[in-house]
């Protein structure tokens, strides 16, 4: 049984966090073994005689999260506060990024969407090695060679993970939908069932109202203003829900290489990752479907969306 008391504790700890002394030349100073020592931190830790704070490299408003988590009845709510030195996709990716370090990551499936905040969380994403975790793309390229696309957003992660990747060789739309119906048959995204669940999504929410869905030559003119026709507000991997989150069915749906909602479901977590005002009904859409269960935002969104 310990015999130390607070006394003898706040020594150690003062020693030890204050004074920069090594739990060795402590043990020597005590007369005491250097596992003591350490069990002895351990303890002052358990007692709260020490207080360990982490100034984490950005700032979160818990208040807004808590709104959020409440009113959309979601799991997670992070709102970041304003960084001037970043862009709002810069920050938010970083912000993820940063969860994603010191979540347990092996033995994991991830899936992961496109678009420029999801680029950016794999840039920042620290390189470490993972066991056993499988990246998967979770719907067709884009026609840009850049960071918001799904071929390098997955190449990368795997990269950074030193984890295996699976890719859909394919683009995000095809001329019809036989083809689309083929790929998605003999693809991985066709056995992704609540038999068989993946254990993470990370994606975006599209805005209709910019004007472009996907990227350019992947959707045709007709086809986008017959979804703001319907009343559509944004997407999700593609597929586009109106105000109350419902999603809609149109006919870029009959070429859209993407894993289908049902399957995205099956997700045991899903992840959106938004940011910017502009973003103001296309989150509110997303978060009434009920594929989101944790949302990344930036605190101006987040007040837009309360």
């Known amino acids: 049984m310990n015999k130390w008391n607070r006394n ?82 810069a920050l938010i990716g970083k912000v993820w990024a940063f969860y994603m370090g010191i979540s347990d990551l092996n033995n994991k499936t991830i899936g992961l969407g496109l678009g420029n905040v999801v680029g950016s969380m794999v840039s920042y994403i620290t390189p470490i090695k993972t066991r056993n975790t499988h990246i998967i793309q979770l719907m067709g390229g ?92 944004g997407d999700i991997l593609g597929h586009c829900f109106d105000k109350k989150g419902n999603f809609i069915s149109s006919c870029i749906d009959k070429r859209l290489v993407s894993i289908p909602i049902d399957k995205l479901m099956s997700f045991k977590r899903r992840v959106c990752l938004a940011g910017g005002s502009v973003k103001r009904k296309s989150l509110k859409g997303a978060l009434f479907s009920g594929i989101i269960d944790t949302i990344v935002c930036d605190e101006k969104l987040a007040q837009e969306i309360i």
């Open 8 to 89: 003898q504790l706040a020594q150690v700890v003062t020693l030890y966090y204050e004074k920069n002394i090594s739990q060795k030349d402590i043990s020597t100073i005590f007369r005491l073994s250097k596992m003591t020592i350490s069990r002895m931190i351990q303890k002052a830790k358990e007692l709260n005689i020490i207080n360990i704070d982490i100034v984490l490299p950005f700032k979160i408003d818990e208040y807004l999260g808590k709104k959020i988590k409440k009113k959309y009845s979601i799991d997670e709510a992070i709102v970041v506060k304003k960084d001037v030195k970043k862009t709002i996709s």
């Open 142 to 233: 884009l026609t840009d060679v850049s960071e918001t696309n799904p071929f390098w957003i997955v190449q990368e992660m795997c990269k950074k993970l030193k984890a295996e990747g699976t890719f859909l060789t394919s683009p995000a739309t095809v001329s019809n939908e036989k083809t689309r119906n083929r790929i998605i048959s003999s693809s991985y995204l066709s056995s992704i069932d609540l038999n068989n669940k993946c254990d993470m999504a990370i994606f975006g929410a599209g805005d209709i109202d910019a004007g472009v869905l996907l990227s350019q030559g992947l959707v045709k003119k007709e086809e986008l203003k017959e979804l703001k026709e319907k009343g559509a507000v």
